[in-house]
């Protein structure tokens, strides 16, 4: 059975540790405030959130972790700030509506370096059964980077969100790039996927140039 939860404020929650899984649960105007979901030692990404709406809701200075997300749906998501999700992995997660600044990021690097191999080398692993992982087509975003999720994975509206594979950096070396596309680019210095998506936030007061650098790559045959 299904749980339904509206208009709660969930403050320093905590739910740390892998072998658990959140499922079935639909939370509208929901307020996450200094919370944490995570786990910082468990290669086989135990820590599930499976079957979840999320609507109208907000969160302020939350901590994520090694996390998988499968068949979730978020539909409007206020940020106070950047929010990072660190060493997390998705499958069918969409997002959409109006979405704060939000970014996928590697795993801890605090952590000792064979758990952060174990980790990357799991989440590798993980995307070869994946048929897609993110859809964002209909999100606008204030800010976005999901370098962390293979590009050819990620559902996208062409319009402003744009594919791009690893040889980019060999084709652009000696190349002077517009700001936004460079740094789009730079990301293939951190993410082991040979594709990802770069994104020109709608809602971001820099929209006009995000979208004007990245359709530089476009039209020199270097985006899709």
């Not at 339904?4 to 969930?10: A, P, R, S, V, Y």
Request: aromatic content about 10%; some cysteine.
């Amino acid at each position: 059975m299904r749980q339904q939860i509206g208009g709660e404020t969930f403050t320093r929650l905590r739910q740390y540790g892998s072998g658990r899984v959140f499922e079935g649960l639909d939370l509208d105007r929901v307020k996450f405030d200094s919370c944490i979901l995570a786990q910082h030692d468990d290669p086989g990404l135990g820590l599930v959130v499976r079957d979840v709406t999320i609507s109208r809701s907000s969160a302020a200075n939350c901590s994520v972790h090694g996390v998988r997300f499968e068949d979730v749906t978020v539909d409007g998501l206020s940020l106070a700030k950047l929010h990072q999700l660190s060493g997390c992995v998705f499958k069918h997660v969409t997002l959409k509506g109006r979405i704060g600044p939000l970014m996928t990021t590697p795993v801890n690097y605090g952590m000792e370096e064979r758990l952060q191999a174990e980790f990357n080398a799991a989440i590798e692993s993980y995307y070869r059964d994946v048929d897609w992982a993110l859809d964002i087509s209909e999100a606008e975003f204030s800010d976005a980077d999901f370098y962390m999720v293979p590009g050819h994975l990620v559902r996208r509206n062409p319009e402003t969100q744009f594919l791009l594979h690893r040889d980019v950096v060999d084709k652009t070396q000696g190349v002077e790039l517009p700001v936004y596309a460079g740094i789009a680019v730079s990301r293939f210095e951190l993410t082991p996927f040979d594709s990802l998506v770069a994104i020109a936030p709608r809602r971001s007061k820099n929209f006009a140039q995000y979208l004007e650098d990245l359709e530089y790559l476009r039209r020199a045959g270097l985006a899709e």
